[in-house]
């Protein structure tokens, strides 16, 4: 049971990438709110790039779902990539100021909620 509920919630946590990165790649920067006329076309290519960066993370985070005890390493190195972006939005959050709550559930997804997914993968695997 615990097993069968960690696939779903990585599943259902997993959309958050996966949208946000495909809204990322259609919409760059004005998904944040950007107007395009106001948007550096530098900005517009970074944007996109870390979108198709998190459409990935996403995805890599599904491909482990079918034999998650299998994936510790993948899952590992995934939450690891998550973490470090996060760790970034936090340094932004205490250098620039509070995002808008969009940004802070995603803070929240990254500090919180990936790392304990990881640890619940990594108690499973580790009975496996």
Same mark, same amino acid.
Not at 2 to 8: D, I, M
Not at 97 to 117: D, H, K, Q
Not at 120 to 125: S, V
């Given at each position: 049971?615990?097993?069968? #509920?960690?696939?779903?919630?990585?599943?259902?946590?997993?959309?958050?990438?996966?949208?946000?990165?495909? @809204? $990322?790649?259609? +919409? $760059?920067?004005?998904?944040?709110?950007? @107007?395009?006329?106001?948007?550096?076309?530098? +900005?517009?290519? &970074?944007?996109?790039?870390?979108?198709?960066?998190?459409?990935?993370?996403?995805?890599?985070?599904?491909?482990?779902?079918?034999?998650?005890?299998? &994936? @510790?390493?993948?899952?590992? #190195?995934?939450?690891? #990539?998550?973490?470090?972006?996060?760790? $970034?939005?936090?340094?932004?959050? +205490?250098?620039?100021?509070?995002?808008?709550?969009?940004?802070?559930?995603?803070?929240?997804?990254?500090?919180?909620?990936?790392? $304990? +997914?990881?640890?619940?993968?990594?108690?499973?695997?580790?009975?496996?």
């Amino acid at each position: 049971m615990k097993y069968r #509920l960690l696939q779903v919630l990585v599943v259902v946590f997993g959309f958050v990438p996966v949208l946000a990165g495909l @809204a $990322g790649i259609v +919409l $760059g920067p004005s998904m944040a709110g950007l @107007a395009p006329s106001d948007t550096p076309v530098a +900005l517009d290519s &970074h944007v996109r790039y870390l979108s198709g960066l998190l459409l990935a993370i996403g995805i890599g985070f599904w491909s482990t779902v079918p034999r998650l005890e299998w &994936h @510790a390493v993948r899952f590992r #190195l995934l939450t690891a #990539l998550v973490v470090v972006g996060g760790l $970034g939005r936090l340094i932004g959050l +205490l250098a620039i100021g509070v995002p808008p709550p969009s940004m802070l559930f995603g803070l929240a997804m990254e500090l919180v909620v990936t790392p $304990g +997914l990881c640890w619940w993968q990594y108690r499973i695997a580790e009975r496996a």
